[in-house]
């Protein structure tokens, strides 16, 4: 289970997975990093929220390590709207259903054989 949250989380196609600069920085700020390569799934529903400790909502996981889980929702509101704000994404399943079906159209996508130009 704990795998499975941490692929939804990160092995999707919204995330992005960017490579260091040849002296070994990263283009975006921390915390910029973290809203383009997390996702987050379920984020109201309770159960969950609960079984996986918060872990669904990555977003404010990544971004607010030291705060309780159950704060997460309140915390959300305000990163979304901050993000939107800024231009930046915020990366969100409303269902875990959904989110494993586009993870599961991301490793479709992965393992197909490249195209020749």
């Known amino acids: 289970i704990l795998s499975i949250v941490f692929q939804l989380a990160h092995v999707m196609d919204e995330a992005e997975m960017p490579m260091p600069e ?7 700020t921390w915390a910029i990093h973290q809203l383009k390569t997390t996702v987050n799934f379920s984020p109201k529903n309770r159960l969950v929220n ?22 997460y929702n309140k915390i959300a509101e305000i990163v979304k709207q901050t993000a939107a704000e800024c231009n930046l994404p915020y990366h969100e399943f409303k269902t875990t259903r959904s989110a494993i079906a586009s993870h599961f159209k991301h490793l479709r996508e992965l393992g197909r054989k490249p195209q020749l130009a």
């Open 50 to 71: 609960w079984f996986t400790g918060g872990l669904n909502h990555q977003v404010e996981h990544h971004i607010f390590p030291n705060i309780s889980h159950v704060h």
């Open 22 to 28: 040849i002296d070994g920085t990263m283009k975006n």
